[in-house]
């Protein structure tokens, strides 16, 4: 069975701090990965995806991911954090080798950068 | 542009009453999914739909219903049988099931009990 764990609830980081949201996840074949953005009262957006090829992954916003294999992690990382980068952030696994399997969402991580 | 409109933004059932979401996209994909989004829980699929009169129950799919008869449109049904309909439902669509190409979301809309 296919899981994927976003081990903590909320991340606080100064403005102009690095920060990293974490992910991990289970799969037994090779993992889509995908991370997504949501603000209040809104849909999710994506902002970025591992398929395959180079583990470090860019996206949109600033943002940046590294697949990790054997660590089965893919955490999301900015190496200069904006007041408004606040808001609940989804990390979600697919397992591609796998027919007729839904994506996965973690429960979300909500990061508040303080000014 | 290209998306997903889901309406009503706000929505408030009575006990006993169906109410119905809609969720309509124009980016020419052919699958279809609501969630259910509740504080803390993440996202709960509730059904999904890969082509036009064709769909299937996700995890969380009792008390609820959806057409999807043509490509564009997928609504959903939340009926009296749902006992704890309050939450935050999100309807999205991608290019296809199991691409690997993201899938794209709607606003939302926020279903209450009055």
Known sequence: AQSVAQPEDQVNV???NPLTVKCTYSVSGN???FWYVQYPNRGLQFLLKYITGDNLVKGSYGFEAEFNKSQTSFHLKKPSALVSDSALYFCAVRDGDQAGTALIFGKGTTLSVSS | DGGITQSPKYLFRKEGQNVTLSCEQNLNHDA???YR???????RLIYYSQIVNDFQKGDIA???SVSR???ESFPLTVTSAQKNPTAFYLCASSRGYESNQPQHFGDGTRLSIL
């Open chain 1, 14 to 16: 100064a403005e102009g």
């Open chain 1, 31 to 33: 993992p889509y990965l």
């Open chain 2, 32 to 34: 279809m999914y609501w």
């Open chain 2, 37 to 43: 989004q509740d504080p803390g829980q993440g996202l």
């Open chain 2, 62 to 64: 009792e008390g609820y």
């Open chain 2, 69 to 71: 008869e043509k490509k």
